[in-house]
């Protein structure tokens, strides 16, 4: 069992940054595939973006050039900066785990993101 912890959201203007972190226990982290999703009121759970055990990252399209995640093996935590918030944004970020060894999910609680003026 993975247990997932996020942290980092809140209310942030359009145009300005949030860096999320979710933190993971075990021992094998980076041998897992790290993602985040997100969920907007009324909307389906959409995949934003993931760091492979390889190190290999891949991003939404409504991501792409302004989310970046990364890990950190020695912290057992991935990030995701993201940049030139907007309202469309909005959503309780998940962050996701799967073990490159299997094909078990594991899910975080979830942190707010308000993006509003």
């Known amino acids: 069992q993975i247990q997932l912890v996020e942290s980092g959201g809140g209310l942030v203007q359009p145009g300005g940054s949030l860096r999320l972190s979710c933190a993971a226990s075990?021992?094998?982290?980076?041998?897992?595939?790290m993602s985040w999703y997100r969920q907007a009121p009324g909307k389906q759970r959409e995949w934003v973006a993931t760091n492979t055990h390889d190190d290999q990252a891949t991003y939404a399209a409504s991501a792409k050039g302004r989310f970046t995640i990364s890990k950190d093996n020695a912290k057992n935590t991935v990030y995701l900066q993201m940049d030139n918030l907007k309202p469309e944004d909005t959503a309780v970020y998940y962050c996701?785990?799967?073990?490159?060894?299997?094909?078990?999910?594991?899910w975080g609680r979830g942190t707010q993101v308000t993006v509003s003026s």
């Open positions: 075990g021992n094998r982290f980076s041998l897992y595939d």
């Open positions: 996701h785990a799967r073990p490159s060894w299997t094909y078990n999910n594991f």
